[in-house]
């Protein structure tokens, strides 16, 4: 397999795996690679920028901070618990935009209901099920 690179001073070399060096275009030969290895110019073809934004940043970290409670629970798993954040998160925010008029740059923002779900309000509260028990409860 061949990879070719180019020094500081724009010499392409090669490496070869079947002989186990660096070869110049002059034919130099070198079993380390002489120059500096270009990462910036390789890691602007492959990089890709994000899409997606935040409403305020602070609510991008709560989110975060609520999955990484989870570290001390059996079965923890920090890609797949992340995966399933994004995954409620896009839901929630579908569930927003089909309810009304939307621009497109709506399609890549995160509200605050999307990443942290709906806000919970006195009243919500009261007309839940676990409240109507408690509220019964006597003694």
């Not at 073809?45 to 409670?69: L, Q, S």
């Not at 927003?96 to 497109?104: A, D, F, N, V």
């Amino acid at each position: 397999k061949e990879n070719p690179l180019m020094d500081k001073h724009a010499t392409p070399w090669t490496w070869s795996d079947r002989a186990g060096e660096w070869t110049a275009s002059d034919g130099t030969v070198s079993k380390s690679y002489p120059g500096k290895l270009q990462q910036q110019a390789i890691g602007k073809r492959t990089a890709r920028k994000n899409p997606y934004r935040f409403d305020k940043d602070k609510h991008a970290r709560i989110a975060v901070r609520r999955v990484e409670i989870g570290r001390a629970s059996t079965g923890f798993g920090n890609a797949r618990d992340i995966r399933t954040l994004f995954d409620q998160v896009k839901d929630r925010q579908a569930s927003r935009l089909t309810q009304g008029m939307h621009s497109r740059q709506d399609l890549f923002l995160f509200t605050r209901a999307d990443l942290l779900g709906p806000e919970v309000t006195v009243e919500a509260v009261r007309r839940g099920q676990a409240y109507q028990e408690l509220m019964g409860m006597h003694g």
